[in-house]
Nanobody
């Protein structure tokens, strides 16, 4: 059974930093796609950052230069380092994984989801 366990959310002021973690069990991401989505109230779930089977990383334009996705193979964990946070980054952040090396923007392409972790950025 695949489980994705997120941690690291919280409340920060604008300009601050947070690091999210997603530990995968029952799933090996080394040749598959894994990453992060977020959903703000009243908005659709959107892709933030993903890493595909070729280990190529995608970032949404809104987070480029501020967020960094990294991985620890030994721990089967991916991280999202979020710097220079803005109030518009406030959302529930979800770890997502799919079976297959390609990554997609559509949430329905992902097979597994974490429970979500809240990130709140105040101005």
């Amino acid at each position: 059974q695949v489980q994705l366990a997120e941690s690291g959310g919280g409340s920060v002021q604008a300009g601050g930093s947070l690091r999210l973690s997603c530990a995968a069990s029952g799933y090996t991401y080394s040749s598959n796609c894994m990453g992060w989505f977020r959903q703000a109230p009243g908005k659709e779930r959107e892709r933030v950052a993903t890493i595909n089977g070729a280990r190529w990383t995608y970032y949404a334009d809104s987070v480029k230069g501020r967020f960094t996705l990294s991985q620890d193979n030994a721990k089967n964990t991916v991280y999202l380092q979020m710097n220079s946070l803005k109030p518009e980054d406030t959302a529930m952040y979800y770890c997502a994984a799919r079976v297959g090396g390609n990554c997609y923007s559509a949430p329905n392409q992902y097979n597994y989801w974490g429970q979500g972790t809240q990130v709140t950025v105040s101005s």
